[in-house]
Nanobody
Framework: VQLQASGGGSVQAGASLRLSCAAS?????IGWFRQAPGKEREGVSC????????YYADSVKGRFSISRDSAKNTVYLQMNSLKPEDTATYYC?????????????????WGQGTQVTVSS
């Protein structure tokens, strides 16, 4: 399984970014987690294989939106109204069950992350 996150960057607070995750989507749910310097990893969002159900951490609900394009084997994380506290390296990963998107043990495979820096 290979996953590649991209689309990060440095933006001002209030701006938007769209992260992309290139992956083989036929057999996996896909989640995003992030890690800020000196902090634990935090599950951010997840989308299911079966019906495209979505899950969000409270910290991003209403601002972030996850979607998938099976034809392109890509999952997107649209991030709006970014805040300095969203600064982190973002990883996309396969996950066994989206109900547990907040638990790091639920994630199986991930690749290199993409850095998101939000300045105030």
């Amino acid at each position: 399984v290979q996953l590649q996150a991209s689309g990060g960057g440095s933006v001002q607070a209030g701006a938007s970014l769209r992260l992309s995750c290139a992956a083989s989507l036929d057999y996996y749910h896909i989640g995003w987690f992030r890690q800020a310097p000196g902090k634990e990893r935090e599950g951010v969002s997840c989308i299911t294989l079966s019906d495209g159900s979505t899950y969000y951490a409270d910290s991003v609900k209403g601002r972030f939106s996850i979607s998938r394009d099976s034809a392109k084997n890509t999952v997107y994380l649209q991030m709006n109204s970014l805040k300095p506290e969203d600064t982190a390296t973002y990883y996309c990963a396969t996950i066994r069950d989206c109900h547990y998107y907040y638990a790091m043990w639920a994630y199986d495979y991930w690749g290199q992350g993409t850095q998101v820096t939000v300045s105030s």
